[in-house]
């Protein structure tokens, strides 16, 4: 067996990860009038009793900077034909802070926070704990309030690209 380098560890490690789909959402954030936010894969839920998700971020994040001063963030699972609003919180177009939410119908809930109108799924959480860890942080967030939408197809990544998932 031969010996690989950090580097290529690291390759192998992200290669191998693009083999799971994932389930895309938008994270959410807003501390005054600053609105922030990301397009996340690594999130799931932690507890149904009380009911918490786990998110993790880049340490780096805009997003995860405007969340620890708000401590409160949304998740809106995206539906299929959210893949332009998803490449937008990606950072696809270049657009950053408040530019990614136009064009886009936004509600809050119980904290304040973002949350995609029309979302598959949407959750309205505080901040518990957040763990950083290498070079992302792990968000653990109370889900304070949900909203359901309507049964659309989902927008799935998965080896680094977006699809949809239909019902069918």
């Known amino acids: 067996m031969s010996a690989a380098t950090p580097a290529a560890e690291g390759a192998a490690f992200r290669h191998a990860m693009r083999e ?4 895309v959402a938008l994270i959410t954030t807003a501390s005054g009038a600053i609105r922030a936010g990301c397009t996340a894969t690594s999130f799931c839920s932690l507890s149904l009793d009380p009911p918490t998700l786990i998110v993790c971020m880049a340490r780096n994040s805009s997003t995860l900077a405007t969340l620890r001063t708000s401590l409160r963030f949304g998740v809106s699972i995206v539906a299929g034909d959210h893949e332009p609003l998803a490449d937008r919180f990606a950072g696809r177009s270049g657009e950053k ?14 904290t304040g ?3 995609l109108r029309d979302a598959l799924a949407a959750m309205d959480c505080t901040v518990e704990e957040i763990l950083d860890r290498h070079t992302h942080a792990i968000v653990i967030g ?3 309030a949900v909203h359901r939408g309507a049964g659309a197809a989902a927008l799935v990544h998965w080896r680094g690209r977006y699809q949809q998932l239909d019902r069918n």
Do not use: M
């Not at 799971?20 to 389930?23: D, H, P, R, T, V």
């Not at 802070?97 to 119980?110: K, S």
């Open 20 to 23: 799971f789909a994932n389930g």
């Open 97 to 110: 802070g408040p530019a990614r939410f136009a064009g886009a119908e936004w509600i809050t809930l119980a």
């Open 113 to 115: 926070a973002p949350l």
């Open 142 to 144: 109370r889900v304070e």
